[in-house]
């Protein structure tokens, strides 16, 4: 696999570009999104190219330490040889879609419902994973504090707002917590804004 062809970028592409064109990818193809039922395959070929090429620029290492950060240890973060690859409970496409960085935040058997890319106040490039217990997002241009996180328990409101841009229709997830900080979810096609919704505030 060529993985430069994959995300459509010349072979001395930077890895911002790569970046760039991986979220513009993602947001077109990822499965939540596109309705189309090869879109799974799609995406984890998009993954995979896009793993690969932040492999070669050498930005694995600093991949792990910051999901480590998050735990508070570095070393338990990383699968060790021997042991099941992180996230193993979870379907292989959920893994990929997940990432290096969120796959070593999830708790054991913590189960991800969604994963889609977002845009937040903080990170117009980010990823959120809808969990079983929380929301969890990768603010994917910030260089420290990428993995971040807050727990149904700690909500105390949540609603989906429409946003008409030129070009399309999209909306956005407002979540407002019980200690009154205000977080913002947008760039969201609006059943996935919806289902994020319902299953948030179904646990309050």
């Known amino acids: 696999m060529d993985p ?11 890895i911002e570009e790569a970046t760039a064109a991986y979220r513009a990818l ?6 939540d999104v596109a309705g189309d039922p090869r879109s799974a395959e799609v995406m984890a070929r998009i993954n995979a190219a896009f793993d690969e090429l932040r492999d070669r620029a050498g930005t694995a290492g600093s991949v792990e330490s910051a ?5 508070g240890g570095g ?17 292989e496409a959920t893994r990929r879609a997940l990432g290096h960085e969120l796959l070593a935040a999830l708790e054991r058997q913590e189960q991800v419902a969604l994963v889609v890319p977002v845009a937040t106040w903080a990170s117009p490039e980010a990823l959120l994973a809808l969990t079983d217990r929380r929301l969890l997002w990768l603010a994917d241009d910030q260089p420290t504090h990428r993995v971040r996180s807050l727990r149904f328990r700690d909500v105390q409101r949540v609603e989906s707002k429409l946003a008409w841009p030129r070009r399309r229709k ?16 947008g760039d969201l096609e609006p059943e996935v804004a919806l289902r994020i919704t319902q299953a948030v ?4």
């Open 75 to 91: 070393s338990d973060a990383a699968a060790a040889p021997g042991r099941p690859p992180r996230g193993d409970w979870l379907p």
């Open 67 to 71: 999901a480590g950060e998050q735990h």
């Open 170 to 185: 999209t909306a956005s997830v407002r979540v407002r917590t019980k200690a009154g900080r205000r977080l913002d979810f």
């Open 201 to 204: 505030g179904g646990t309050l």
């Open 26 to 31: 993602a947001k077109a193809h990822h499965p």
């Open 4 to 14: 430069h062809a994959v995300l459509g970028l010349p072979a001395d592409a930077s």
